[in-house]
């Protein structure tokens, strides 16, 4: 059963850098066909999609963000990782890891994020 | 960007209601409507895939229709865990875009 487990600092100063990982346990994130992505959701707000990475390595970024996001994968340790920089309060939001699949080769859901992990609470403030 | 809008914003229903979620883009996406549901604290479950393909393993009072700009989600008999939000999210083109959410909550 794959799961997702995301992991960071639950607290971040203004105009540093924010960086999460996602470790994927139960399945390979090299697995073709599958794209790894981050979504937030602000408190009490609906979610927000960040950007994804693919089996390949090839990036899509919400250009939102863009200018300031970098996400990543360590192929030998079976993570995902986020970097986001220059932060302020406005990134102050749950993340969540998810996985995306496209193509006719799914084996479940196809160009929707079916698996995800818990999210993890991240507080932008001096 | 494709803005996602959904009505109504919430609901009060009782168990064993039919419930009824509407779901629209900005332009036409095809089929590429996805539908989750979050309970508070957890992450977002995905519920439905491709506008009308049920995830496996959720429960069949589940359905989804529409195509192009408008979609419906629909809960035939709502059951004591289903009271929660409920989010589309287009999978047409970057960036994918969710919608506000729609909060069904006990009468």
């Known amino acids: 059963q794959l799961q997702l487990q995301e992991s960071g600092p639950g607290l971040v100063k203004p105009s540093e850098t924010l960086s999460l990982t996602c470790t994927v346990s139960?399945?390979?994130?090299?697995?073709?066909?599958?794209?790894w992505g981050w979504i937030r959701q602000p408190p009490g707000k609906g979610l927000e999609w960040i950007g994804y990475?693919?089996?390949?390595?090839?990036?899509y970024y919400n250009p939102s963000l863009k200018s300031r996001v970098t996400i990543s994968v360590d192929t030998s340790k079976n993570q995902l990782s986020l970097r986001l920089n220059s932060v302020t309060a406005a990134d102050t939001a749950v993340y969540y890891c998810?996985?995306?699949?496209?193509?006719?080769?799914?084996?479940?859901?196809?160009?929707?994020?079916?698996?995800w992990g818990q999210g993890t609470v991240v507080t932008v403030s001096s | 960007d494709i803005q996602m809008t959904q009505s109504p914003s919430s609901v009060s229903a009782s168990v064993g209601d039919r419930v009824t979620i509407t779901c629209r883009a900005s332009q036409g996406i095809s089929s590429w409507l996805v539908w989750y549901q979050q309970k508070p604290g957890k992450a977002p479950k995905l519920l439905i895939y491709?506008?009308?393909s049920l995830q496996r393993g959720v429960p069949s009072r589940f359905s989804g229709s529409g195509s192009g700009t408008d979609f419906t989600l629909t809960i035939s008999s709502l059951q004591p865990e289903d009271f929660a939000t409920y989010y589309c999210?287009?999978?047409?083109?970057?960036?994918?875009?969710f919608g506000p959410g729609t909060k069904v909550d006990i009468k």
């Open positions: 990475i693919s089996y390949s390595g090839s990036t």
């Open positions: 999210q287009q999978a047409n083109s970057f960036p994918f875009t």
């Open positions: 139960g399945g390979s994130i090299s697995s073709s066909s599958y794209y």
């Open positions: 491709a506008a009308s």
């Open positions: 998810a996985r995306f699949c496209s193509g006719v080769t799914c084996s479940s859901a196809s160009d929707a994020f079916d698996i």
